[in-house]
């Protein structure tokens, strides 16, 4: 079944300006990953956070964690054309394999 | 470089012939997963292996069925595929315990005509 929910559905930013999108969950995890899906693609990890984490970096990307809350966020800052594509946020709990959220589609306009 | 490769790309198959889709890594993972993904939608897990250890969703169809021969290699069977089987089908690998995400194939994209 489907763990979490994203938001928003879809995204159209202009280069250069930062994109941010959400993710909820409903079960106590162990750790939240974002992978990105080019169109017509496999899915590429981009970055995971443990549950004791609450905010990782990697090169343009930012995921925050609040376990609270149940929800993380990824921000992608100076976007690119080249970051068009669907992310999407999954979790890993207990021996289960990752639960896939519903995916944001990102359009960054040159 | 370590991959996972999913053969083929495309798959067109007629409604209720059998079709096999194939997977195979060179990272000497210990779990494998197949995935489904219908069109903008989340893919949903319809199976996985630990080692040798098959774990069914409880929802996957009984017209899915899998196969394991080795460590390397996993396949998806479709016994009867129909229509709403259409989808992209996804294989992806992974260590256990390791936090590095999972890897996954490029996909095939099934057509059921």
């Known amino acids: 079944s489907q763990q979490g929910e994203e938001d928003p559905q879809a995204l159209s930013i202009q280069e250069g300006e930062n994109a941010t999108m959400n993710c909820s969950y409903k079960?106590?995890?162990?750790?939240l990953q974002w992978y990105r899906q080019n169109s017509g693609r496999g899915l590429v990890h981009l970055i995971l956070?443990?549950?004791?984490?609450r905010e990782k970096h990697s090169g343009r990307l930012r995921v925050t964690l609040d376990t609270s809350k149940k929800s993380s966020s990824l921000l992608i800052t100076a976007s690119r054309a080249a970051d068009t594509a669907s992310y999407f946020c999954?979790?890993?709990?207990?021996?289960?394999?990752?639960?896939f959220g519903s995916g944001t589609r990102l359009q960054v306009q040159p | 470089d370590a991959m996972v490769i999913q053969n083929p790309r495309y798959q067109v198959t007629q409604f209720g012939k059998p079709v096999t889709l194939s997977c195979s890594q060179t990272?000497?993972?210990?779990?494998m997963y197949w995935y489904q993904q219908k069109s903008s939608q989340a893919p949903k897990l319809l199976f996985h292996?630990?080692?040798?250890?098959?774990?069914n969703e409880a929802d996957t169809p009984d017209n899915f069925q899998s196969r394991r021969p080795n460590t390397s290699f996993c396949f998806l069977d479709i016994r009867s595929p129909g229509l709403g089987d259409a989808a992209m089908y996804l294989c992806?690998?992974?260590?256990?315990?390791?936090?590095?995400?999972?890897?996954f194939g490029s996909g095939t994209r099934l057509t059921v005509v």
């Open positions: 992806a690998t992974s260590e256990t315990g390791a936090l590095y995400g999972y890897t």
């Open positions: 079960t106590s995890i162990n750790n």
């Open positions: 956070i443990r549950s004791n984490e």
């Open positions: 999954a979790t890993e709990a207990g021996r289960r394999a990752l639960t």
């Open positions: 990272l000497n993972h210990n779990v």
């Open positions: 292996y630990y080692d040798k250890d098959f774990n």
